[in-house]
């Protein structure tokens, strides 16, 4: 019996890399390069499209929780990561081709693993059948899964900051630092006065940006993505306690903290493109160069590639699917992925894990499996099945999905370290108690 996998993703490619460890075969479809989506450039798996960041590495971070937890279960992205990591303080950043061929060609050598390069239009009739066709699911796919599941989809708008190239900065106009790490020079960040971040708000609040279709009209924006513009409108101030606050970071030139600050993380490890962080946009292309260039040190800036916007779909999660990613109409049928409605690289990849565990589970005459709520994978599947239907939105990881503690613990620090320290110790258990250690 085969698995058929929707998409190779993040999601999907996790949901591979469990089926492969068991044993299971797969046939695994992927439309790319066949019929390419607005945001992705490569025909590779695992292409990473909006940050090359998979954020913090502490687990006192929900995002370095959820990498521990992952890398325990055998994710195949955090494997790869690390292998083609950039500097990035504290965060585990990638260079990204480098990270998208090097899970492509792991997927491609495994034995059990069949590739079909296709667009998939309706939901396949063979079961078991995971959907992992992520945010960017074709207009056809997208019909096929509304149809089968009854329900309209619900929709975001995700932007993507520019990136520039590393030998077009002036570095003499900014200093090396880390906001949170003392020891660590791994983001350039570009000081601006009061003067200077007035006229780039007002330049900003002028922009051109790019103009919605009928069907995307009644715009709803994730907050953790939102395009810079838009947070400008909410106020003068707003960007000062987001993507530009100064908070953690002394320029050494004056010993003060500045105004504002514009942060760049590399792309690579050599420092030949850089990211402008949470510079999110949907400014058209000449407007993007006109209002950056306003920034000290990128009068000059070649663009590599311009910031963008584009539609996610996610499935309203809490009608349709049951805790162990299956459909409550059909439960050989598994989604996975943002279009679950999680968000964030590693959230995607998170589900593909447990949708591949329990895939497996079926075609072996097991019983799926739910993981414990007290880890942060458990508690973003708690999320996305137990929320609210009327008013369901994508969420990432965070410590406060979690359960509390049962002792109250008054330092948030301290807190979230116990938090981490139990959502370990409950995985290991739950791994042994439902034989998953062959995932290591």
Not at 133 to 153: K, V
Not at 361 to 383: C, F, H, Q, W
Request: proline residues 6%; aromatic residues 8%.
């Amino acid at each position: 019996m085969k698995v058929i996998v929707v998409g190779a993703g993040l999601a999907g490619v996790e949901i591979v890399n469990v089926l492969n460890k068991a044993g299971v075969k797969v046939l695994l479809y992927e439309m790319r390069p066949v019929r390419m989506t607005p945001a992705h450039k490569t025909p590779y798996f695992g292409e990473l499209v909006c940050s090359n960041s998979l954020k913090s590495t502490e687990i006192t971070d929900a995002s370095g929780l959820l990498k521990e937890e992952m890398k325990r279960l055998g994710s195949i992205i955090i494997h790869v990561a690390i292998k083609t990591s950039v500097p990035a303080g504290k965060a585990l950043a990638v260079n990204r081709n480098e990270f998208a061929i090097g899970i492509t060609r792991i997927i491609e050598s495994m034995k059990n693993v069949e590739i079909v390069r296709s667009e998939i239009r309706e939901i396949p009739d063979e079961r078991p059948c995971v959907i992992a066709s992520g945010p960017l699911t074709s207009d056809d796919l997208a019909e096929s899964i509304r149809r089968f599941l009854g329900e309209d989809n619900l929709y975001f708008f995700d932007a993507i900051s520019p990136i520039i190239d590393g030998e077009t900065i002036d570095y003499s106009k900014g200093f090396w630092a880390s906001r949170y790490d003392p020891n660590s020079k791994d983001y350039f960040n570009i000081p601006l006065n009061e003067e200077e971040y007035n006229r780039f708000y007002n330049e900003l609040m002028k922009a051109e940006v790019v103009e919605y279709k009928e069907f995307e009209k009644g715009v709803k924006y994730f907050e953790g993505c939102m395009p810079i513009e838009e947070l400008a409108r909410r106020g003068r101030d707003t960007l000062l306690f987001g993507p530009m606050k100064p908070v953690g970071l002394i320029d050494p030139r004056t010993g003060k903290e500045p105004f504002a600050v514009v942060q760049l993380r590399r792309e690579d490890r050599e420092g030949r493109m850089f990211n402008i962080v949470g510079f999110q946009t949907k400014m058209k292309w000449p407007e993007q160069e006109r209002v950056f260039r306003l920034i000290p040190g990128l009068e000059n800036a070649e663009f590599l590639r311009y910031g963008g916007i584009h539609r996610n779909t996610y499935i309203n999660s809490p009608k349709v699917l049951n805790a162990t990613l299956s459909t409550k109409k059909d439960p050989l049928l598994f989604f996975a992925g943002q279009i679950t409605g999680v968000e964030g690289y590693l959230e995607s990849g998170a589900t593909g894990i447990i949708a591949g565990v329990n895939a497996a589970r079926i075609v072996k005459g097991l019983d799926p499996v739910v993981p414990p709520a007290e880890t942060m994978i458990g508690s973003l599947i708690n999320y996305i099945v137990n929320a609210n239907p009327r008013d369901f939105q994508p969420m990432n990881a965070n410590f406060g999905l979690l359960p509390p503690l049962e002792v109250k613990v008054r330092g948030k620090m301290e807190r979230r370290k116990l938090l981490a320290e139990r959502a370990l110790k409950v995985l290991e258990e739950w791994m042994m108690e439902n034989n998953l250690e062959f995932l290591r």
